[in-house]
């Protein structure tokens, strides 16, 4: 490029091609914008009406009248689900993360980080696939106990992986100290290194409470759902994501008010744990820095 | 007999040799420290006398470590058991995140088996803190964070926790080179105070730090012994030129 | 050491003292009980794998190549037949739609958030996460309930009125606006991938050196040549592999699509008319498996044929993204050395 080339002025068609392409760049970040805009706006909006007392406390009412109703098997539903998936799946992540931070440097250490990593990118209907298979098929009936087992799939290696990372983290000054003091490697683990962890644990497992909750194939496939309470793992429960599924598919516009309601609240709930995951993140960083 | 002696000791990291033959001792009661440029294998010397050098990947030692005329590191020594006996400070003050003040100092005892009453533990915390010079600066605070105290503050809270435990010997990894000269002083007056109890080894780089403090100085240069000896021929008639040459400020 | 001194100063130290072993025994136990645990999540994808395939053999074995190229799927007993034809077809128009809406506008993104620090930036990259946070279920009744209406009366009749018409293109844009269809649930899925495709392009854009791309703008490059010219080629790889990660997403994606593609098992040009994706048919047939018989056996082979696209698409795109760190990520090779150097010299 010759000076006399550089110091010109841009224009004709440089200019042309260079306007269009800031445009368009402007034109990606408003689509978007309004697309998030325009969802949480009808959420929002369709979804407040149907919340009320009943709709917390009440099982379905008749079709003719559903706002009389409410959908309390399903948030009891979800509660149980969601809390027998994060009985087993967070012990089980944890300890895989810290065999991953703090024993195993070999091959069978990468082989675990693969696996996490595959069945991350497996669709979380084959984890209900297989579950549906293997205990649903295989006892005879749906459960919410089944419905659990196929979030296991899903949450354990988000949290081992999640976890790892945080682990790792922790300087390495800290384990030194500890065995220096004559302390048994376990101990300096789980009674030095987790608790230096700490938030950023916490943080792990809300990230993967948060991907439990929003799920829906996977428990479709088995804890089937429920018009009525349930509290025995062992039967067909409903949550509130197979809730809003069922009554969007009525045709009954009481029932699809009571669908936008439960949407309202699992989208807040979700993102209230992931927001509040990357607050206590922020905050962990800031605190080990 | 020494407290501690060194026979012979060879140390790898990997493939890399990085301690050749080294021989030793250190006296009861008194302070040894060890000088010598970067990379002369000073911290890998130290961390052999505890066991702490094992703990990295692929690291290897032969030779022999002499605790009281036992090899520590004997085939029915518990690594444990040693580094309850012969505690250690670290460069960077590392106390525990989470824990308050005391559980800092006591961190090594609650952790442990030994079965203490509450009132124990407090009782121990308070000689550590007090043996460390920090107890006046924090008893009204005990239980505050361990984090929030000055660099030089962490560093004593580190000795306390390490003196809790009630080991002989205390090893010093260059305890003060990440603090301010203010700090650094009152580090070597607690040297000073604690070697009536306990037999100290310390790493430094600070040359005239060892002179002031230690009554033995081991010189090392490419992980040999070049010299060892008391501190005052150490540093004012040494029998090896490279000795002169570096505390004279030559080189290193 | 067997003198009596010997002994007392070993019983201090002895590791096979009760104490002692109880302690390396409790440790070298809780060692095992993580390794055991990490096996145990191998164990269970390969658990999950040879379940499924051992389920969907009997299909593949009884139908052969047969099951992906067959268009009939009939599950009355006495007369099956499982062709997938259809699903797999629903699932490659579908999520291929998908990413060509998607990666452009990803990308733009992802340029974006590159060379914009401070005001807008930040907010915009939150708003992003949000997108990706979002469950499908609700990404699934918004779609039914807005976006669904919105084309049908809008969009779809402008397309089917004006592209509808014109040769060869116009064939995928015939028939009603009503009613479920596949542009539909393309355009759903297609907001559903924006935020992976753009988290992925955003690292793979950060690696590029900054060097590259302020020597032409020094050179007086506008800022479109200077991506152009300093920044795509390099990232091109990397976009490459995010694109088959947010394709990868799009076709595993079940519920939203459910809600808005119809299901049913047809295969045709037009976009605007119903069809079925293997996840949106085994989640709508589940129900009337049983036990007995080819069905689950089918649908477990839909899952299979799945899972592997899956992998190999996560697979290629991991290789993809490594690539352009490689290509990218080394620093001057004279760095390393000169610093070692100046350290030895004292």
Known sequence: MSAAGILQPVRGSRRIKDLAYRGALWCCVAIAMATLGVIAFYVVKRGISALSVNFFTKEPASQLHPEQGGIVQSFIGTGIIVGIASLIAIPLGLLTA????????????????????????????????????VVVVAFGNFSAFAGGLALVVLMWPIVARATEEVLLLVPQDL??????????????????????????ILTAVMLAVARALGETAPILLTALGNDFINTDPLKPTDAVPLRIFSDARTPVPGLHQIAWGGALVLLLAVLLLSIGARVLSVRQQKRLA | ???????????????????????VSAESGSVTAIIGPSGCGKSTLIRCLNRMHEEVRQARVEGKVLFDGVDIYGDDIDPAAVRRKIGMVFQRPNPFPTMSILHNAVAGLRLSDEKLSKAQMR??????LRAAGLWDEVKDRLDAPGGRLSGGQQQRLCIARALAVEPEVLLLDEPASALDPVSTLRIEELVGELKERYTIVIVTHNMQQAARVSDWTLFMLFGEVVEFGPTPKIFTSPDDQRTDDYVSGRFG | MSSAVGSDALAGLGASEPKARRARFIDRGFRWVTLLIGVGLIALLIYMLVDLTAGGWRTFSRFGFGFFTGTTWNPVRGREQFGALPFIFGTLVTSLLAVLIAVPISVGLALFLNQVRGLLANPLAVFIDILAAIPSIVYGLWGLFVLKPFLDSTVEPFLIATVGKVPVIGVFFRGKAQGPDMLTAGVILAIMIVPIITAVSREVIAVVPRDLREAALALGATRWESVRVAVLPYA??????????????ALGETIAVTMVIGNVPKIGWSLLQPGATIPSWIASSFREASSVGLHRSALLALAVTLVIWSLILALVSRILVRKTAEQLGEPGEDEPVSVARLGTAG
């Open chain 1, 98 to 133: 810290v065999y991953l931070a703090e024993y195993g440097k070999g091959r069978l250490a990468s082989a675990i980080r693969l696996t996490a990593q595959v069945l991350l990118s497996v669709p979380s209907i084959v984890a209900g696939a297989f579950i549906w298979t």
């Open chain 1, 175 to 200: 384990r030194e100290g500890s065995l220096a003091l004559g302390l048994p490697r376990w101990k300096t683990i789980m009674r030095v290194v987790v608790p230096a962890a700490g938030a950023g």
């Open chain 2, 1 to 23: 007999m020494s407290k501690m002696e060194v026979v012979d000791l060879n140390a790898w990291f990997g493939i890399n040799q990085v301690l050749h033959g080294i021989n």
């Open chain 2, 123 to 128: 009782e121990r915390g308070e000689k550590a």
């Open chain 3, 236 to 249: 091109r790889n990397g976009i490459v592999g995010a694109t088959m990660l947010g394709l990868g997403r």
